[in-house]
């Protein structure tokens, strides 16, 4: 019913930049929040930053000042720029977005994930 497909992953060296894309496609009536969650190896899966439908942003401290994240509404895209990487962001980055269905039905979904590898 719903689909997200992030794009944007690869390696980097430490201090470079990468931009990350996630599209939702599929039965979509609204979406309230996207946003990307990290996972490190061995780690638990973390909250990197959210965007509102209204433009509202959070981000992790740990992001803060480094990444940022912007959406197109029109098309159910949120994107992540991220600079100043440093070997502690290489994770599988996950896109999510909160979101009713054209039924009504409302529900939380995920892509399949990105890979961020950062070099020292």
């Known amino acids: ?8 992953g690869g390696l980097v060296q430490a201090g470079g930049s990468l931009r990350l894309s996630c599209a939702a496609s599929g039965s979509i009536f609204s979406i309230n929040v996207m946003g990307w ?3 490190a190896p061995g780690k638990q899966r973390e909250l990197v ?31 992540l720029q991220m600079n100043s ?14 979101l009713f269905l054209s039924s009504g039905r409302y529900g939380g979904y995920w892509g399949k994930g990105t890979l961020v590898t950062v070099s020292s």
Do not use: H, W
């Open 49 to 79: 930053a959210t965007m509102t439908s209204g433009g509202s942003t959070n981000y992790a401290d740990s992001v803060k000042g480094r990444f940022t994240i912007s959406g197109d509404n029109a098309k159910n895209t949120v994107y």
């Open 1 to 8: 019913q719903v689909q997200l497909v992030e794009s944007g």
């Open 85 to 98: 990487l440093k070997p502690e962001d290489t994770a599988v980055y996950y896109c999510n977005a909160n």
């Open 37 to 39: 969650y990290r996972q």
